[in-house]
Every structure is written in C-alpha cells, then in structure tokens.
C-alpha cells in the first residue's frame, strides 16, 4: 500500500495538482454512491437526521437490502429473468388501471438516459405540469431515484408508499411469487408514488436494456426515446451494437411514437428495423444548438449534454403536442411534423427523417427547463468543502465528479475534464500566482468491465486534449458505509479488502503510460492503489493542505464496487 509514502511523492511543492475523479456507476447506497457522499458532503454523506424517522428509514433500507441480496439468475441475464412476475406485482398492487392512464415518457439507452429524463422533466415541469421522474442510480440516497415535481421524494412520503407496496406484496408472496428484486420493486414503488400523487407526466428511465426492464410494464407510453448506444452490458446485451440496439428498442410500442439520438448506423439500423415492424415512426432527434438557447447554458454540462438534450426537446415536445398542449411546442417543431415529407433530401439520414425543425431558438420555459435542470454526479465540479475554506484558505482541491462507463463516455468525459480545467475559473485563487496546477485520476470501475476498453480511451483523449495526470489513484469503492443504510458504519479493516481488482487497474495504466513512453524509475511516482476511498480522500486533503501553492483537480469517476457484488452475491444482471 501506498498510503503512508504518498504525501511525501506528492508533496513536490512547485507543481499544482488537480484531480479527475472517475469511478463508474453508483450503487444502491453503498460505496459507489458515497465517493460523491464523501465529497460532497465532506464527511461520508448526508442522510436522514435522528428521531425516530431515522430509525424506520434505516429499517426501511434495511428491507431494500434484503432485496438485493436475494441471488439473481446469473446465467439467465436480463433475458426475461422472470419478467412475468412483474403482471402478478401489479395486479397485487392494484396498478394496473393507474398505469395504463399515466402519461409516461420511456427512455432506454446505453448512455445519458438520466440526463435525457431529467432534461425532459425540466422542460415539461417549467410547461406548468405536474411531474413525476424516476431514475437510476442514486448517489446517496435512494430517495434521488423518486422525483416529484423536480424534487426528491421526502422521506414522510417515501416511507409511507415504501410500507404500502411493502406490506401488500409481503402478503400475498409465496414460492412461485417471491418478492420482487431490488430494481424491480423501485420501479413497482415509483408506479405507485406517480399515480398516488396523479402527476400529469411520469418520466422513466430505464434500468437495465428495455424488453425486460422493470418499467417495459409499460404498454401505451405517449412517446419513448433511445438515447445514444454504445458498448455496455454487453454480458447481457449482446456483443454488437446491432444486438445492443435490439434489446433496447424492446421499449418500442405500436402506435407509440419514437425517437433516438444520433447514433451509429449499425444501431440505427437495428431500430429501424424494429420501428418498422411495429410500423412506427421513428425520427431522429438533432443535438441542440447553443443558439437554440438564447445564450443560456444547459443545467447539465459536457458536449454530449447537447445530444441529450435535443432528445429531451423532442420528447417533451411531442408528449406535449400528444396532449393538446401545441400552443407550448417550439413553433418549427409544428412545420417540420405536418410538412415532414416535403422536408429537404438533406435531413434525411440513413433514410431516416431527421427531426430538427427547430431553426429557431426554442420558447423561454423550454430553455428555463434546460438550463434549470440538474442532476448529481454527471460532469459535476465540487470544489472540496474542507480544504478549500476556513484556515486552509490558499489552499485548492476540485473534483470533477462524472459516471462515465463506457468507452464512448471515457472520451466524452475526458474532452470536458480538459476543457473545464484548462480554464477553471472555479478554483480558489492559489496562494502562489505563479503555480501550476496537477492533474490526478481517481477511478475504479467494476470487475465485469474491461479496462482494456476504458482506460486506453481515457488516456488517448486526455492527450490528445493535453491533459496529462500527474497521478493516477485506484480505490475500492469502500467507504464509510458499509450498508444500504444511512447510518455510517466502520470502514472494513484495510487488511479485509481485496485489492487485486484495483492493482490490475493499475498494472494496466502504468503498461499503457509505457507504452507511451511515460517512464518512470518508480510506478509509485505515477499511480498508487489505496484501500479505500475514505483514505484516498483524506491522503488528497492532506496533500493539497500541505502544498497550498498548488491546486489540486481530481477528476473522479464513480464506480460499481466490484467486491461488495460479489460479497452481496448480486448478479451482474441486476439492473441498479
Ligand atoms: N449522449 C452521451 N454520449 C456519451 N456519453 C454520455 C452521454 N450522456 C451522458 N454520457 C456519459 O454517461 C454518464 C452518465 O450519464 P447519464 O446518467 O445521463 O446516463 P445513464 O444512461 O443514465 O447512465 P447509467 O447507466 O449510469 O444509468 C455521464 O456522466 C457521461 O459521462
Ligand atoms: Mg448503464
Ligand atoms: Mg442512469
């Protein structure tokens, strides 16, 4: 372990440092959602404050644990896995009628699905409606997944639509009905909190590819979207963009209009394919335009979030005109639908009609809704809460949070890390004006994930885009809470934890800094490995307290614990 020699490696006082922060895909509250606890919270997370709430919200996730526990079909994948089970929930739960009257929006997709939602339900819920968002993963809290009218779903209510589904379908389970697993039973919930509190618009986001997700119970959506594909649960999915592209048009319905983000034309094939056959428009949603928004910068941040959002502009737009609302649409929106087969051959791709009839910026409560909206954790820059304030003033750590986990995203990612640090604004003014600033990754990312896939891609655009880490950290998404719980708990003994996961991590960062010819006498000069991401933190603070002439930016990809699904025995397949 590194641990105890790493300040004085990083303590080179004339270089300022700076962190990438990039694990992969938070969890259920657990370690991959507290990295960003950690960080932004400063101390481990937030949670739910004493009383008696606080102990039946703990017994509450307590439950919700129990639901992941339970052994998910390993070599079944997400190919049905039981998806019937879903009709007996809902008849046990009454939703069927609630749910064939909701208003839903469906979005499947390998990436920015969360943002393509939360966009959507920005822009719908600053229409003047009443909304309903359900997304996956959380950060912190469980509750993040249940969003209503923009806001997380409070805990009075939380717990009491939690015991509702909770205690019915306890009693009607038995051998051939168990209780539904984790994912599926946060879908079943957030059915029940959208129709008890009757939104006029539930916006879902898929868990895991699309035929047989949770929310595919769906069966008259007003509009659904795919958002951009890629390579990812590909155990599962399929191994080509192609098979990839299948599952998720699984959410397609007839009568059901569709749209998708660009994507590649082996993708694009496979959707048509599919649209065709359910003999279903399918358009293609233009990224937006920063002359679309009058000026205005999207909520979310990063190139791609212009590729997400168009994608929202048409869900929205649609959902709106599917509901009587056209007076609310973006006006060229109304043309280019009645006259989309006079549209020039130009906006016709792969002989798709291209949907971008807005030449025009978009109307004021659309671009409120997308520069209003947010989401945690996606290109999120935190200056740290401890060291950059009080008696470390001068001193200077950032983290540059994202999810990125796909080799696509890694690219994406890393454009914008350069961009943001290059010209970082954000950073407290260092006490030297004359340091510079160092660059340090902090990433892990699950052990079905091939880092041959991700770190090559993350390396070759941070160059490319002349950003060189200094450092590169590898942690076990341990953190100070070892359940779903809101309690924090004691980290596991150092001693406890595999750490063989992360030092293959870094075996193949440090052959890929070789290979470029980044020669070191000493790889602990370029990466280390720590036990925990507490420990990693605090070894940051440490650091950047002791070297106030430097500024440290830590990009962070938040990641899936790759041990704490094995210790929990949670399939793969398991959507989060
Ligand atoms: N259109 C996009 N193209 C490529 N990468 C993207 C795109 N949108 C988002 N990303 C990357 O994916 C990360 C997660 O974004 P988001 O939460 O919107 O996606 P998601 O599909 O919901 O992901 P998850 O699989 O974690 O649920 C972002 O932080 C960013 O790195
Ligand atoms: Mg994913
Ligand atoms: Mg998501």
Redesign the pocket.
Known sequence: MAVSTAAAQAGEPHRDRACLVLTT?AQPRDYGSCLFGEVMTGDGGGGISGGVAAAEYEEVLGRLSSLITQKVRAHSGNRGNQWDLMAHYLKILELEEPIARMKVIHVA????????CTFTESILRSSGFHTGLF???HLMDVRERFRLDGVDISEEKFLKYFWWCWNKLKEKIDDDIPMPAYFRFLALLAFKIFSAEQVDVAIL?VGLGGKFDATNVVEAPVVCGI??L?Y?HMEILGNTLGEIAGEKAGIFKKGVPAYT?PQPEEAMIALKQIASKLDISLQVADPLEPYHLKGQHLGLH?E??Y??AGLAVALASTWLEKQGHKDRIPLNRTVSLLNHVAFPKERWHNNFFCYDGIQDPLPDHFIRGLSNAS?QG??QIVPDSQVNSGDDKGSSLVFYL?????P??ME??AKWFSHVTNDDRRLPPSADQTSKSQKILLFNCMSVRDPMRLLPHLLDASTQNGVHFDLALFVPNQSQYNKLGSNTSAPAEPEEIDLSWQLSLQTVWEKLLQDKGVNSANSSDTSKVFASLPLAIEWLRKNARANRSTSFQVKAFMGTQPFTRRNLHIDISYPL
């Open positions: 895909h997709g390998t990436k920015g699905k969360g943002s393509t997304t996956s993963p986001e958002s951009s890629g990812d983000a990063g791609h979030q590729i997400n989401l996606r290109a994202d999810g990125a986990h796909s696509e995203s994406i990612c």
